[in-house]
């Protein structure tokens, strides 16, 4: 009776959607078990809670490329790991480089030291494009100081702007995991991610990146560690005398996938089908094809032609990409999560409770994102567990790709909310511009909550406006 009732009925399977969720937090916070093997372990529980046949779940022991365990791994792989891959080496070609330096010069030496903030808001907004959030802490903060100390006032003016422009991109834009991951689990094109998240994350970044900064760093004014600046000069003294790339090299290098990704979205909507100049747009702007022409550009002239060897770029490139280890492992778990939800049924019984209460679909991927947040600080959990209850939601809905991308938008919104002592993120932003943990939650957690809030008001509303 029991087992029929959390099999088959709706308040059944809810409840073990539930219990799945408070395990597999439970795991994560109070065991410290590698998120990896929590989903892992978790989507296996749920998997024969439900009464799904062994077959299904791991296959015989002849056969499991058609199990929900290797199918889940592979449906959700295959779609990120080059990308994400691809836009590790770039970004690391761009560091090794100097070309995020170089570009920070430039807008400060633009914008003057009155606008020194929004020259550090605009790095950060740029840069992150093709570089993980922490690299470019670590490779922007020694400018951040020597800015502060020539300002002469709280280093929360420079950093937070900073800070939200990274923030920003790897939260809304690709090739981060974060919405490289939502586009794959809710079967969304890059070229709409990029489109739909430079609409919601441009405004958020005004308000969380521009706006807030002004406000706070007047009111809490915290000056530049001692050893911190030290650092910095030292680093510009090891600097001195090497050769910057040129600022348009730069530009191309960063700004060349979108572009083509861009051209392939545009192209499907006003080319006609199988016409020559669709079939080329889609070729170039495929994702993995852009970011590989890009890539080898960085690869010509950031580095060959500035004196890399052929052995210097191959360490270049197995250096950026051997962190990428777990986080593919986490993406592939949170993958045959989602399957597993989609083949017992929960998503179904999801759904149909959410049209009772009429909460929106959008709506529902926010707040159910924000909690996982919260509860566990992993933005990157927080998207692969959302997509993978969202993803049974959304295929059946008959959602155009433009709201399929604003549902994926609202996933990466509600990852990036209240940060605080359990991210990662958290710590490394008070260590780098030494903001002690007082102040960082009342700064950066606002800050994060801000960009948070904003990006998925914009979601809402622009889902309001297209079909």
Not at 48 to 63: M, R, S, W
Not at 66 to 78: H, P, R, T, V
Not at 331 to 347: M, R, S
Not at 365 to 383: F, W
Request: glycine share 14%; proline share 5%.
């Amino acid at each position: 009776m029991f087992l029929n009732w959390l099999q088959h009925e709706t308040s059944g399977l809810l409840t073990l959607c539930a219990v799945g969720i408070a395990v597999l937090l439970v795991m994560i916070i109070r065991f410290r078990i590698e998120p990896f093997i929590a989903l892992l372990v978790t989507g296996l529980l749920i998997a024969l809670a439900a009464g799904l046949p062994v077959e299904d779940i791991v296959g015989t022991a002849q056969k499991s490329s058609d199990s929900l365990l290797e199918g889940g791994f592979a449906s959700i792989l295959g779609h990120i790991t080059a990308i994400i891959g691809l836009g590790t080496i770039l970004g690391s070609v761009l560091e090794a480089s100097g070309g995020a330096q170089l570009l920070t010069r430039k807008l400060l030496g633009a914008f003057g030291e009155n606008r020194a903030p929004l020259a550090m808001g605009l790095s950060g907004l740029i840069f992150g494009i093709p570089v993980f959030f922490d690299i470019g802490i670590f490779v922007l903060a020694p400018l951040v100081y020597v800015v502060a100390r020539q300002g002469k006032r709280s280093i929360l003016l420079y950093c937070l702007p900073l800070v939200a422009g990274l923030s920003m991109t790897h939260a809304f834009l690709p090739p981060h995991p974060g919405p490289v991951v939502a586009a794959g689990l809710l079967g969304v094109d890059l070229g709409w991610i990029i489109l739909m998240g430079l609409a919601c994350g441009l405004p958020a970044f005004v308000v969380a990146g521009l706006l807030y900064p002004v406000w706070i760093g007047k009111r809490i004014v915290l000056p530049v560690p001692a050893d911190m600046l030290a650092a910095a000069d030292e680093l510009a003294a090891k600097r001195e005398g090497q050769r910057d790339p040129s600022l348009g090299v730069v530009a191309l290098i960063i700004g060349l996938p979108m572009v083509l990704i861009l051209g392939a979205t545009f192209g499907s909507i006003t080319l006609p089908e199988g016409s020559g100049a669709l079939s080329v747009l889609t070729f170039l702007g495929n994702p993995t094809v852009a970011l590989t022409i890009a890539v080898l550009l960085s690869f010509w002239l950031l580095g060959t032609r500035r004196g890399m060897t052929g052995r210097d770029l191959s360490e270049l490139t197995s250096g950026a990409l051997r962190p990428l280890g777990m986080l593919l492992l986490v993406v592939g778990a949170g993958g045959f999560f989602g399957k597993v939800l989609a083949e017992t049924g929960v998503g179904d019984a999801l759904a149909g409770s959410l049209q009772g209460v009429g909460l929106p679909m959008i709506v529902s991927a926010y707040v159910i994102s924000s909690g996982l947040r919260i509860a566990q600080g992993s933005a990157t959990v927080a998207i692969v567990t959302t997509g993978g209850i969202v993803a049974p939601l959304v295929g059946s809905a008959g959602l155009s790709q433009a709201q399929l991308a604003l549902i994926a938008v609202a996933i990466a919104a509600g990852s990036i909310i209240a940060s605080h002592v359990n991210d990662g993120g958290f710590w490394i932003i008070s260590r780098y511009f030494g903001i002690p943990v007082s102040d960082m939650l009342k700064t950066w957690t606002v800050l994060e909550t801000l960009l948070s809030l904003v990006a998925f008001g914009m979601a809402a509303g622009i889902s309001l406006l297209v079909a």
